[in-house]
């Protein structure tokens, strides 16, 4: 296919996500192997992947004003290749304490690439007149997707974790220059606000709800990433391809209910969208926690990835919407307090793994999502609920 297909800005903004997910997703495939490397348990396993989120919340954090003095151009071309280099790097460490220790460089550029991803995403798709971001994400999950086939194919094969990141940056090198060299940032939106914010945005009992809303789909989607291939692997006498593909077929799912999700989110009312999706997150929950054959546990994370593709987004949109404060502040909020939950809760169920069988990892997480369903009511629009008191 040729280059100039991906001429288009929000082309470009979809590979940048693919990208950055294939990055990511590598670690993940191979966890099986770091873990028996490394002799260690999966609670020891967790401790060590939390370096890469503390990494990222130092970069929400305190990225933002580098990045601007980079430019999102610069900052995007030189955060990818890094980020792959950083856990070609990370792989061959020995034990947990130096994997965390080298995760948290990787996780700075993580949370670069999400401000720079996001953004050119909120404004292209303001740009263009039509929303994008929904399919933007989409792509991160075909990236996650393609991740997996690689590291499924990799174990299958017989190639070591290292030399399976270690191939993932030329691979990235060359991907990045056919898709991304002639990157352009995106103009400015006419609302963007110079103020400088708050370093943490206190949350409202409203957004509060909204976090409730979001936490089990958000628990889910990263204990999966997370744990998916380790279950496969501890729970089934089953061939090395499983552990991959269990990451493959989550992101997979996610990836094909993102990517149509705008469609029916605006045909239904978010609400019923919602309970639907926290419905077959419930069911792909049962069939994780029970299942016989790796069959079935396949299907729960096809479940379990489709059932979390478009929970955060209806729950930003829905703070967006929010007239008790400034829509900025609330998306902040439910953001910073979403994502914390996303980054360090599913490398610390590793413990639930440890001392109660990685099928708990998933089967506490069952109560959150009937939380999540009686909370759902509150993905409503203010002007809706005026509209409906009229």
């Given at each position: ?15 940048a ?28 396993l967790?401790?060590?992947l ?7 919340m ?55 690439i ?62 990045v ?7 352009e ?34 628990l ?17 006498d ?8 269990a ?53 729960g ?5 489709g059932?979390t ?22 998306v ?13 809760g ?45």
């Open positions: 296919m040729s280059s100039s297909f991906f001429l288009l800005p929000h082309r470009r903004v979809f590979a996500f693919a990208i950055y997910s294939f990055i990511l997703g590598q670690l993940f495939t191979r966890l099986p192997a770091v873990k028996a490397e490394m002799g260690i348990g999966e609670g020891a967790g401790l060590a939390v370096g890469a989120p503390v990494g990222t130092i970069s929400l954090t305190l990225g933002a004003p580098v990045i601007e003095r980079l430019g999102n151009r610069l900052a995007l071309l030189i955060a990818l290749p890094v980020m792959a280099l950083i856990y070609a790097i990370a792989i061959h460490a020995t034990g947990p304490l130096a994997l965390f220790l080298m995760l948290i460089p990787a996780g700075v550029m993580i949370g670069a999400e401000i720079v991803v996001n953004i050119e995403a909120d404004r292209t798709e303001a740009a263009m007149g039509r929303r994008i971001m929904n399919r933007s994400h989409a792509f991160w999950s075909i990236g996650f997707f393609g991740a997996g086939l690689f590291g499924a194919l990799m174990a299958q094969l017989g190639v070591s974790p290292q030399w399976q990141l270690g191939l993932v940056l030329p691979i990235t090198l060359v991907a220059w056919y898709f991304l060299r002639d990157f940032p995106a103009a400015k939106r006419g609302t963007d606000n110079t103020d400088k914010a708050p370093l943490v945005a206190r949350p409202s009992l409203g957004i509060l709800a909204l976090v409730g809303v979001s936490l089990s789909a958000m889910l989607e990263g204990g999966s990433f997370d744990w998916s291939a380790v279950y496969m692997s501890e729970e089934f089953t061939l090395a391809i499983m552990g991959g593909l990451v493959a077929v989550t992101a997979g799912s996610q990836a094909l209910v993102r990517f149509f999700a705008d469609t029916y989110v605006e045909r239904f009312n978010p609400v019923r969208i919602a309970r639907f999706m926290q419905g077959a997150m419930a069911l792909g929950v049962l069939f994780v926690f029970l299942a016989p054959t790796p069959l079935v546990g396949l299907l994370f096809a479940l379990i990835g059932g593709g478009v929970m955060f987004p209806l729950a930003m949109s829905a703070a967006a919407q929010r007239t008790d404060r400034p829509s900025a502040i609330n902040a909020a439910l953001a910073q307090f979403s994502f914390i939950a996303f980054l360090l599913p490398p610390l169920l590793g413990f639930v793994a440890e001392y109660a069988g990685l099928r708990w990892t998933f089967g506490v997480i069952l109560p959150l999502v009937v939380l999540s369903f009686l909370l759902s009511g509150k993905l409503e629009s203010d002007q809706e609920k005026l509209a409906k008191s009229a």
